[in-house]
């Protein structure tokens, strides 16, 4: 079968770790973006469930905002954090 090469950028630490974590499993990021595009091409679809972490969503943003912004004022009570189990 015909080769072709594929060019995309992406940032340069990421990258770095990618070759990394390749080398560990025995392939190139070479092959590992083949399997990819293999693995989309058979279930036309992005084969890992993609969604956004509500903590970055502006609604919480903006609640952290004013709360810091509160206790920068004196109001409000500070706490730690607490951990689930």
Same mark, same amino acid.
């Given at each position: 079968?015909?080769q072709?090469?594929v060019?995309f950028r &992406?940032?340069?630490? *990421?990258?770095v770790?990618?070759?990394a @974590?390749c080398r560990e499993? !025995? &392939? ?6 083949? #399997?990819f595009?293999?693995k @989309? @091409?058979?279930?036309?679809? #992005?084969?890992f469930e993609i969604?956004a ?6 609604a919480?943003?903006?609640?952290l905002?004013n709360? @810091?912004?509160?206790?920068n004022? !004196?109001? !409000?009570?500070?706490h730690?954090? *607490?951990?689930?189990d």
């Amino acid at each position: 079968m015909p080769q072709t090469m594929v060019n995309f950028r &992406m940032d340069e630490s *990421l990258k770095v770790k990618m070759d990394a @974590v390749c080398r560990e499993m !025995g &392939m190139s990021p070479s092959t590992a973006y083949t #399997i990819f595009a293999n693995k @989309v @091409v058979r279930e036309h679809r #992005i084969p890992f469930e993609i969604n956004a972490d509500p903590f970055y969503s502006e609604a919480n943003m903006t609640f952290l905002r004013n709360a @810091v912004s509160a206790l920068n004022q !004196g109001k !409000g009570v500070e706490h730690d954090l *607490l951990e689930e189990d």
